[in-house]
């Protein structure tokens, strides 16, 4: 194997992952005879290289350094492989997680990982383990090689404990974050084949994946069998708000005021079904029902969610007091939606930050009321969270049609351009990393 000094891909690898990446990324062949002096070959190590494989040929540079947040991904479909390589060989417009990635790349990376896993076995001695084996999985399924997949566990379960329960319920999860559900579950009924029993773990990741992508019937068999009495996994709190967040927000997304009543209806259904078998609703489970209420517009029932929190002594969080500032904000009654935020900070509840000052802002400076936003500007500077410039740029807009010119103070200005630029910077830190000058020419090498 063809090693050279260039500079580290990774400051946090040791210097023998970081040259195995540079000459998978070079394309070079791995050394068959490597010379008894090499570092030894670890766990760690072997999990870092296949770690990193997905991130330097299977993202495309639109990918590197956005939000990792679930809350923030867009609504997946469920989707088919079939046709979205007939699209790419006859240069059909393909849409979706597969439109910006170079199907060259994923095919390189694949064939890397696998020569990689027997390379450190054959070559080293090196014996693969729980750890390892499922991380080689996750690669197969991130390039979206399922046949592959399906031949390498078969092979490594023949081999002993290496697949588990926790790695199918891993795997599980990667599928369903692929947007093949379909897979996820027949992953998730071949458990036994690998000799592997479903936990309540592995249940609520494929009722998750399920509610991803709106499929709510075949979520509720599986949760109706939990609920079956001495069944051996029954539901936890987690499995019961899987299902609440999901209809909250698959309902908004439809944009049908029907479907949005309907799934509201079975949303609070099944939090009055989760309360009724004597489970304890957690802060989460509130903030998905009542976030759902307020952007429905259903205020009554989210105060009534509220009030019920501090019956049980759950104690309410930013998440929830931000869903009922959005509400009034976009109402226009502004005077509770600051009451709002006081009362957070007077009770502790929450550290107020930016995503509870920016409504408040935006409503401000909607209804004319330039300086009161402003004052909320500095409140939130003041408290060391850095606007959006979209937010700061409307303040200084509202001031300027006001008449009121000079009123920030220079310093404050320059805190929150300084940050802005660090935010921007901190961003682009890694936007680059696939499209370095040379990179193309390196892989086709």
Not at 194 to 206: E, G, L, Q, S
Not at 287 to 307: D, H, M, Q, S, V
Not at 317 to 336: C, G, M, P, Q, W
């Amino acid at each position: 194997m063809l090693l050279n000094h260039a500079k580290p891909l990774n400051h946090n690898h040791t210097p023998l992952v970081n040259q195995v990446l540079t000459a998978m990324l070079k394309n070079q062949p791995f050394d068959p005879n490597p010379s008894p002096s090499t570092q030894p070959w670890t766990t760690d190590s072997v999990s870092q290289v296949l770690t990193s494989i997905p991130r330097f040929f299977f993202h495309s540079p639109r990918s590197v350094g956005r939000q990792p947040g679930f809350r923030h991904r867009a609504p997946l479909n469920q989707r088919n492989l079939r046709q979205e390589t007939y699209k790419f060989h006859n240069d059909i417009l393909l849409l979706g997680p597969a439109a910006h990635r170079d199907l060259n790349k994923v095919n390189l990376g694949v064939e890397k990982a696998l020569d990689f896993y027997y390379w450190v076995e054959n070559q080293f001695g090196f014996h693969h383990n729980e750890r390892t084996c499922r991380e080689m999985a996750i690669v197969l399924a991130r390039a979206n090689r399922l046949k592959a997949l399906w031949d390498f566990l078969k092979d490594m379960s023949r081999r002993g404990p290496l697949v588990t329960t926790q790695s199918i319920t891993c795997l599980m999860k990667c599928l369903g974050e692929e947007g093949l559900v379909n897979e996820a579950l027949a992953a998730f009924y071949r458990m036994k084949q690998f000799h592997c029993k479903p936990d309540v773990y592995a249940y609520n990741t494929i009722i998750y994946a399920l509610c991803r992508v709106g499929n709510f019937k075949k979520a509720r068999f599986l949760l109706e069998q939990m609920e079956l009495p001495g069944f051996r996994c029954p539901p936890d709190v987690f499995t019961y708000t899987i299902l609440i967040s999901s209809y909250c927000r698959y309902g908004l997304e439809t944009g049908c005021r029907k479907a949005t009543r309907r799934r509201l209806w079975e949303a609070n259904h099944m939090f009055r079904n989760m309360v009724f078998r004597g489970f304890v609703p957690d802060v989460v489970t509130y903030n998905a029902l009542i976030n759902g209420c307020c952007k429905t517009y259903r205020i009554e029932r989210a105060l009534e969610l509220f009030e019920d929190m501090k019956k049980r002594d759950c104690t309410p969080n930013r998440v929830t007091y931000d869903s009922f500032i959005r509400y009034y904000a976009a109402v226009n009654e502004i005077l509770k939606a600051v009451d709002m935020l006081r009362r957070m900070q007077n009770m502790n509840h929450g550290i107020a930050t930016s995503s509870s000052y920016t409504p408040i802002i935006h409503a401000l400076c909607e209804a004319g009321r330039a300086t009161e936003a402003r004052d909320f500007l500095v409140e939130l500077v003041d408290g060391g969270s850095i606007p959006r410039e979209y937010t700061y740029n409307l303040v200084c807009n509202a001031l300027s049609s006001a008449g009121e010119v000079n009123v920030l103070d220079d310093g404050l200005q320059k805190r929150i351009e300084d940050g802005m630029q660090r935010r921007y910077k901190h961003i682009m830190k890694v936007k680059p990393i696939m499209t370095r000058k040379g990179y193309d020419n390196m892989v086709k090498s």
